[in-house]
């Protein structure tokens, strides 16, 4: 009998040995995961469109959206707020290590009504691009609601910012017969009653009122704020960069994949909004990035 007691006794020291080792492991690796540095004096930026069960190209899932977040936590990425990243592009601000920062193209309703539920939750900020006429024209998008003002302005009482996609340049321009149609912002217009394109000072010109109106209408609205610009489709050239620049436009956002840095001349994102990204592709995409 008692050498049944002292073989149990082992063997119960044995069971807790072996659990505390795990232990000791789970704990070891969730803490080199809460210490990972990905990345220094960089943020990444991540484009999302449209927030619905019905996932397509440019949208995806609440319960997707909420596990890119919860992932992205996991991997100890920081959320930083627009003000953060202003101030570390313009000011020479220090930024956390793996800074990201969140942003959303169109200003569609689905912002609010699902996007915004899920960011106050996590506590995350982000940033929307809206096309300023589809919500100064409750109208304008019957098919596809877009942000009200009065939303907005909710919003960024609690931490959300919104910012220019254009006044009225988020679509494609008509063309001559047989001409391909281009991107209102990026491409002269074709003038059908006189059978011509726009000439360089017309199309300029075109383009820099659209910018200042969008501009002065949202801080009419939301109060005044930095002139940022995102380019729809991610389409732009060099007369739409001297015009915004004009217009006030102090930082340009694109939709092309990168990082940036302090001398980021115009802003990538890395588009996490489709139906085919999910939480551990987003994480593989980013990990390209890793210094």
Sequence with gaps: MERKKKVLIVLLSLLAFFNAAALFKTVEKVTAQS???????????????????????VTISQEKFQSHIRALKKENYRFISMDELLAFMKENKP??????????DDGYESFYTKAYPILQEERVSATNFIVVYSSDDPEARPLLPHLTWEQMKEMKQNGQSFYSHTYDHHHYLPGKK?????????????????KRLEN????????????????????????????????????YNETVLQAAKEAGVQLFFS?????????????????????????????????????
């Design 35 to 57: 210490d990972r540095i990905h990345y220094k004096d960089k943020v990444i930026v991540l484009l999302y469109h449209h927030i619905d069960d019905k996932e397509d190209g």
């Design 95 to 104: 930024l956390p290590p793996n800074a990201i920062h969140i942003t959303f």
């Design 178 to 194: 047989d001409a391909p149609v281009m991107h209102a912002l990026a491409h002269p217009m074709y003038l059908e009653e006189q």
């Design 200 to 235: 360089p000072k017309e199309y300029k010109k075109r383009v820099k009122n659209d910018i200042a109106l969008a501009n002065v209408i949202i801080n009419e609205k939301l109060g005044a704020q930095p002139r940022l610009l995102a380019f729809p489709y991610g389409d």
């Design 255 to 291: 939709a092309r994949d990168g990082i940036n840095d302090r001398n980021t001349p115009i802003l990538f994102r890395i588009n996490a909004g489709a139906y085919d990204i999910s939480a551990k592709e987003l994480i593989y995409k980013l990990k390209k990035y890793d210094e």
